[in-house]
């Protein structure tokens, strides 16, 4: 089911509604030591996120998506893996194009958790740091080197396939690639529920208003309780300017 949402006469969004359901059994609640719809809920919960993390995934790492010069392609030579390349001069440049683009250095970092393992112990940060402090790289230390508000690792995994889940020899692929994100992302002002699309974003999750929501219903014989969660949202990309790419970090 689709539902269309227009803001200020300027562009027509459509919509996706986005579900999934739990079955509890009515012994299993009565027995468990636990609350099993509690638990079910938060499993729905958990997968119907997980697909939104999947679509943004998808999204931020498409050049296509960037302007003209916010991708960055790290040559063989270029590369951070085994403690070579100069990964502060790549984000810090990074970080200057999306402030040249739009007048905000960018607030939110992502990268994939193959990428985080490399600039755990690379010498070119832990030189940066001095010798005083923690060789052990950690996100509060890049957002202090960088002066960023928010590093995101991603770690989940995804199969491509119901047919591939269904394999027990399928290796699943990370979501998030080979890749470092830098974006300015808009966010709510203090007492406001969205953030001001007049100014400079990367992109948003455009939510239906009232969503998500949490509800139970019972299956055919009453015997079964589904507990569902539905979301109904659009992620967009809207300022490719306000973002940029690195990409090919290590291979």
């Not at 683009?101 to 990268?111: D, E, I, K, S, V």
Request: proline residues 4%.
């Amino acid at each position: 089911m689709f539902w269309s949402v227009k803001k200020q006469a300027r562009w027509t969004w459509w919509l996706g509604e986005h579900d999934l359901a739990a079955p509890v059994d009515y012994r299993e609640q009565a027995e468990s030591m636990f609350n099993e719809e509690s638990k079910a809920i938060r499993r729905a919960t958990n997968g119907v996120n997980l697909r939104r993390e999947l679509i943004a995934a998808r999204l931020a790492q498409d050049e296509k998506v960037y302007r003209t010069g916010h991708v960055k392609k790290l040559t063989a030579s270029d590369r951070w893996a085994s403690g070579k390349g100069d990964p502060i001069g790549v984000i810090e440049a990074g970080m200057e194009a999306v402030r040249t683009a739009t007048g905000l250095r960018p607030n939110l970092m992502t990268m994939g958790a193959g990428v985080m393992a490399l600039l755990k112990f690379h010498p070119a940060i832990q030189a940066a740091i001095g010798a005083n402090e923690r060789k052990r790289i950690t996100t509060e230390i890049l957002q202090d080197l960088f002066q960023i508000e928010e590093i995101v690792i991603g770690a989940p995994v995804s199969l491509p396939s119901m047919k591939a889940a269904m394999d027990k020899n399928s290796v699943p692929a990370d979501i998030w690639g080979d890749n470092l994100m830098l974006h300015y992302v808009g966010k709510p002002q203090p007492g406001a529920d969205s953030a001001d699309e007049n100014e400079p974003s990367f992109g948003y999750t455009l939510r239906r208003k009232g969503m998500p929501v949490a509800d139970k219903y019972d299956g055919a014989g009453g015997k079964v309780k589904y507990c569902r969660y539905t979301d109904i949202y659009k992620v967009a990309v809207v300022g490719g300017d306000a973002g940029y790419l690195i990409t090919g970090i290590s291979k």
